[in-house]
């Protein structure tokens, strides 16, 4: 299962990338907001600084949602890297755009996704990546990770290439649910990744060594 880190912030993305575990990075507007990033170069050059950093896919969302827009943004994010996969919405004309990114060689994330139906339509146009985001399933009172669990075992049935990324990864457990339910990436923020790290045992474990080896 690959690893990616779902924030705009470079330190953060320079911590997770410090671990060697990281395969890439997610981000969308409201991340980049959050940084306090504006206007439409800056943007661009955040993106070019996250690839700099990780060597990986980094994931660049469209903002346009007709398909002419989604193809001009999505054309200009793809340019910036080799490495950049074009973030497309699951909307009708997201679709579309997602079927003509595949066609022309261009890697895809299908965000904004709720449902099977809505991932067995962004594999059937091609997505590189479908994500599913199973905390915010989770907050409106469904079941996120029964959703990635139906979503493996329909692309296995069916053959479909997409990758399952599972997003909105609220804690450490999500990512183990994802690993077991059949996710082939998860994106989180960087604070359940280093909650995998934890266990009381260890922490007890190495204080009871360390004490030892004074005695060795
Ligand atoms: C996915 O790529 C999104 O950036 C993200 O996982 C959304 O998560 P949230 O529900 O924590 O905003």
């Not at 661009?44 to 990986?56: D, S």
């Not at 660049?60 to 193809?71: K, P």
């Amino acid at each position: 299962m690959k690893f990616f880190i779902d924030t705009a912030n470079l330190d953060q993305i320079r911590e997770a990338n410090a671990l060697g575990i990281l395969d890439g990075v997610t981000t969308n507007p409201s991340l980049m907001a959050k940084e306090g990033i504006k206007g439409n170069e800056a943007v661009l050059q955040h993106y070019r600084n996250i690839c700099e950093i990780v060597e990986g896919d980094i994931s660049a969302e469209v903002l346009g949602t007709d398909f002419n827009t989604i193809i001009e943004e999505g054309k200009v994010l793809a340019a910036l890297h080799p490495n950049i996969v074009v973030k497309v919405p699951m909307i009708k004309d997201g679709v579309k755009a997602i079927k003509w990114f595949t066609d022309n060689g261009i890697k895809t994330n299908c965000t904004l996704i709720f449902s099977a139906g809505q991932a067995i339509l962004a594999a059937k146009a091609g997505a590189t990546y479908v994500s599913p985001f199973i905390g915010r399933i989770d907050d409106s009172g469904w079941d996120g990770m029964q959703l990635i669990s139906q979503i493996s075992s329909i692309y296995a049935v069916q053959g479909f290439k997409s990758q399952i990324l599972a997003a909105s990864i609220r804690n450490a457990n999500h990512i183990i649910d994802c690993a077991e339910a059949g996710a082939h990436v998860i994106t989180s923020p960087l604070d359940p990744i280093l909650g995998l790290l934890k266990h009381p045992l260890t922490d007890i474990g190495l204080a009871k060594f360390l004490e030892d080896a004074k005695k060795m």
